[in-house]
């Protein structure tokens, strides 16, 4: 294998798990809508109406970012869009963390108050900070195996 397929094929890795993360997290969050606006309530830094607005379009946001991802549909702008979600997710634990409060991020459905030895802020940042990884070498190498982009950009 060359050195221009290894790394569609790590690209590819990046998509579809970068995929998976967004289908799971999205499809967790929109079975459960009460609890999605639980967990969004949690960070205290919206107003009541910002945390309605955010608890119903997010879910589905994830849910379509995981297709496009999937597919292979605009791996360079989802990968953009994916990176600009996740740094804000890492900016809102990080506040929730500095400002003491005691949440879980809700990140895979669930999220709310948890007692103050339950919160995991480290291990959600560097979680994300992965999928940010993910998400930024799609922005680098957008190429990948098997997607809409590489079947109609002439490469395959």
Same mark, same amino acid.
């Given at each position: 294998?060359?050195?221009?397929?290894?790394?569609?094929?790590?690209?590819?890795?990046?998509?579809?798990?970068?995929?998976?993360?967004?289908?799971?997290?999205?499809? $967790?969050?929109?079975? =459960?809508?009460?609890?999605?606006?639980?967990?969004?309530?949690?960070?205290?830094?919206?107003?009541?109406?910002?945390?309605?607005?955010?608890?119903?379009?997010?879910?589905?946001?994830?849910?379509?970012?995981?297709?496009?991802?999937?597919?292979?549909?605009?791996?360079?702008?989802?990968?953009?869009?994916?990176?600009? $979600?996740?740094?804000?997710?890492?900016?809102?634990?990080?506040?929730?963390?500095?400002?003491?409060?005691?949440? =879980?991020?809700?990140?895979?459905?669930?999220?709310?108050?948890?007692?103050?030895?339950?919160?995991?802020?480290?291990?959600?940042?560097?979680?994300?900070?992965?999928? $940010?990884?993910?998400?930024?070498?799609?922005?680098?190498?957008?190429?990948?195996?098997?997607?809409?982009?590489?079947?109609?950009?002439?490469?395959?």
């Amino acid at each position: 294998m060359n050195r221009a397929r290894a790394l569609d094929v790590l690209g590819t890795l990046a998509r579809v798990g970068l995929a998976a993360v967004w289908l799971v997290s999205g499809t $967790l969050k929109a079975v =459960d809508p009460d609890q999605t606006f639980v967990a969004v309530r949690a960070y205290d830094v919206l107003p009541e109406t910002g945390v309605e607005l955010v608890a119903a379009v997010l879910p589905f946001l994830e849910i379509a970012l995981g297709l496009l991802l999937l597919a292979g549909v605009g791996t360079r702008a989802v990968a953009g869009l994916s990176a600009v $979600l996740l740094l804000v997710f890492v900016a809102g634990v990080s506040q929730a963390w500095a400002r003491g409060l005691s949440i =879980d991020c809700g990140c895979f459905g669930g999220g709310g108050a948890v007692d103050p030895g339950n919160t995991a802020y480290v291990q959600e940042i560097l979680r994300d900070t992965g999928f $940010l990884a993910m998400a930024a070498w799609l922005i680098v190498r957008p190429h990948t195996v098997a997607s809409f982009d590489s079947r109609y950009s002439g490469r395959t």
